[in-house]
C-alpha cells in the first residue's frame, strides 16, 4: 500500500473542495484580527446581510468563554443550530492555524446538521497582529482592525495585515475622536497590501457592513462559477 | 489481523514515526484538554511544581495506565470495537467518554493524512462520532510500523504531557520546572508503558478482561463539574 493510495475520504482531507458526494462544499471565510475590532459585530451584520439570499453558518473559536456564540446567539442572527463554538485552550491561533482539527469538526458537524450550505463564517477569538488562518480551515480570511486600535496598525503590518484576503479597517465613526488619520491607514495599508483589498467600514452608521458583503458576494459566486 | 503494517518496514523497529506521533504539535486536539489540570488548578490542588508532580503521577498510575493498555492492545491488532466497548466500561464519566470519542475523532483525520490504511478507515467508518483516542491511537501506531510498547508510551506520556503544558499556560508556572516534572518521572513512565504493552498484548487472545480498569474518581467527578463551567480556558 502507499501514501498516494486514495481512501475512502469522507473525513480525511480537509481542504477538498468537493463533499464525498461530489458536490462543491460550502465556502469557508475566516475572520481574525486584534480583541475588540469588531469580528463579532461584522459576522453578524453579514449574516443579516446574506441571510436570505445563502445558507449560512457559524463557527466561534472562543479563548475562555462562549462570549461570541452567545452574543450571536441573542442577537438571533442565525437559528442556534447554525452557530457552533470551538473551544481553544487558551490558544485560538493554534485552532485557526497549527491544530485545525476541532474547527473541522465543528464545520463538518454544521454541514451534517444543517446542509448543505453556501458559507460557513469561522471567527478567530482576537488574537495577536501574527494569527492567520490555515488554509486546510478556510479558503478566504478577513483580517478586521479597527482605528481606535492605533492608525500605525497597517504600517506595522505582520501577516494579518500584509495577507488577509481583505483586511477591514471598522469603526470609522471613531476616528475623530481618538485621533486616527484614515487617509494615512489607507496609505499604508496599500503600501503592505499592493493589489489586495481594503474596506474602510462603521458598523454602527452609513452603509454598515456593506463593502464587506460585497466582497463576500463576490468570492461566494467565484466559488460557485 | 496481519502484522505488516502498511508504512513500517518490521513492526515495532519503527522509531522516527514515533516522534512524529508523540510530537506534541501532531494535530489531534489536544492543545485544547488539560486532563483534568484546570478543575484541579480551580482547587487549589495544583499551585507549584510539586502539586503537579503528584497530580502527574496520579494520572500516570490510572488512566494512563488503562489508556496505555488500550492503545497496546489495539496496535497488536486486538479488535477496535471491542476495545472502544472497554473503554467506555473503564470510563464512568460521560463528559470524559465525550472527550475522548471526540479526541479520537481529531485523532483519526490527522493519523488518516498521515498514515492511511484501511484498518483506519474501517475504524472512521465502524464510529464517525469517534472511537476512545486510546484506540484510535493503537490503530494508528500500527499503521505507522510502531509496536504496542511505542504505543503505549504514547498514551502514557500524553497523560501527563497534556497536564503539565496546561498548568503551564493556567499558573504561568515556570516551564523548565514543568518540563523537570516530566523529566523525572521518565522512569515510571517507561514502567506503565511496559505493564500496559504485556497486558496488550493478552487482550487479542484472552479478551479486554485483561487489560486494566485502574480509574482516579476524583478526576471522573471533577470532569463533571468542569464540563458545566461557564467560563473555562480548556475544554476538559
Ligand atoms: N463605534 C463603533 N463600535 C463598534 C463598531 N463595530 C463594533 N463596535 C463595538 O466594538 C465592541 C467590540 O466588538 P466585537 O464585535 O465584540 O469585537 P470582536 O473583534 O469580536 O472582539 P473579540 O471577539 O473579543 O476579539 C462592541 O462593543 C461593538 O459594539 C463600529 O463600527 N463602531
Ligand atoms: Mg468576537
Redesign the pocket.
Known amino acids: 500500500m502507499h501514501l498516494d493510495h486514495s481512501h475512502d475520504t469522507t473525513t480525511v482531507v480537509s481542504a477538498d473542495a468537493a463533499r464525498s458526494d461530489g458536490t462543491r462544499r460550502a465556502l469557508r471565510i475566516g475572520l481574525g ?12 451584520a453579514l449574516c443579516r446581510a446574506l441571510r436570505d439570499t445563502y445558507s449560512i453558518a457559524v463557527v466561534t473559536n ?2 475562555y468563554t462562549r ?2 456564540a452567545e ?1 450571536l446567539l441573542r442577537n438571533a442572527v442565525l437559528p442556534p443550530e447554525r452557530i457552533q463554538a470551538v473551544e481553544t485552550g487558551a490558544c485560538p491561533h493554534t485552532a485557526i492555524r497549527d491544530d485545525i482539527s476541532a474547527n473541522l469538526e465543528a464545520v463538518e458537524d454544521l454541514e451534517d446538521a444543517v446542509g448543505p450550505l453556501d458559507l460557513i463564517l469561522v ?1 478567530s ?3 495577536n497582529l501574527t494569527a492567520t488562518f490555515s488554509k486546510g480551515l478556510v479558503d478566504a480570511q478577513v483580517f ?1 482592525i ?1 482605528v481606535a486600535g492605533g492608525d500605525d496598525i497597517p504600517r506595522k503590518g505582520g501577516p494579518g495585515v500584509t495577507t488577509a484576503d481583505l483586511l477591514v479597517v ?5 476616528a475623530p475622536y481618538v485621533g486616527s488619520d484614515l487617509g494615512r491607514m489607507a496609505h499604508d495599508a496599500r503600501t503592505q497590501r499592493g493589489e489586495l483589498p481594503v474596506a474602510f ?5 452609513g452603509e454598515g457592513v456593506k463593502p464587506v458583503a460585497d466582497w463576500v458576494r463576490g468570492q461566494l459566486a467565484a466559488w460557485s462559477a | 489481523m496481519d502484522t505488516t503494517s502498511p508504512h513500517g518496514a518490521s513492526p515495532g523497529a519503527a522509531r522516527a514515526a514515533l516522534l512524529v506521533l508523540a510530537d506534541g504539535r501532531f494535530p489531534a486536539g489536544g492543545h485544547a484538554h488539560s486532563g483534568g489540570a484546570e478543575a484541579a488548578v480551580k482547587a487549589g490542588r495544583i499551585r507549584d511544581a510539586t502539586d503537579l508532580a503528584t497530580f502527574c503521577r496520579g494520572r500516570l498510575h490510572t488512566t494512563g495506565l488503562t489508556s496505555a493498555a488500550l492503545a497496546a492492545a489495539a496496535a497488536v491488532g486486538a479488535d477496535p470495537l471491542v476495545l472502544d466497548e472497554a473503554a467506555d466500561a473503564r470510563t464512568p464519566s460521560p463528559a470524559l467518554r465525550t472527550t475522548a470519542r471526540k479526541l479520537g475523532r481529531q485523532l483519526m483525520r490527522a493519523a488518516r493524512a498521515a498514515w492511511p490504511c484501511d484498518a483506519l478507515d474501517a475504524l472512521a467508518a465502524a464510529r464517525p462520532r469517534g472511537a476512545h483516542q486510546p484506540v484510535v491511537l493503537g490503530v494508528t501506531a500500527h499503521a505507522a510500523g510502531l509496536g504496542p510498547e511505542d504505543a503505549a508510551h504514547c498514551v502514557a506520556y500524553e497523560s501527563v504531557g497534556g497536564p503539565a503544558t496546561a498548568v503551564v499556560r493556567l499558573l504561568g508556572l515556570d516551564p523548565f520546572e514543568a518540563t523537570a516534572v516530566l523529566a523525572r518521572l521518565a522512569p515510571e513512565l517507561d514502567q506503565v508503558a511496559r505493564r500496559a504493552a504485556e497486558a496488550g498484548r493478552r487482550a487479542p487472545a484472552e479478551g479486554p478482561g485483561a487489560l486494566p480498569a485502574a480509574s482516579a474518581p476524583l478526576l471522573d467527578i471533577t470532569a463533571q463539574a468542569h464540563a458545566a463551567w461557564p467560563v473555562r480556558l480548556f475544554a476538559s
Open positions: 484580527g486584534p480583541v475588540g475590532s469588531g469580528k463579532t459585530a461584522t459576522v453578524a472562543d479563548i462570549e461570541d452574543f471567527e477569538g482576537g488574537d478586521v479597527d471598522n469603526k470609522t465613526d471613531l467600514t462603521s458598523l454602527t452608521s
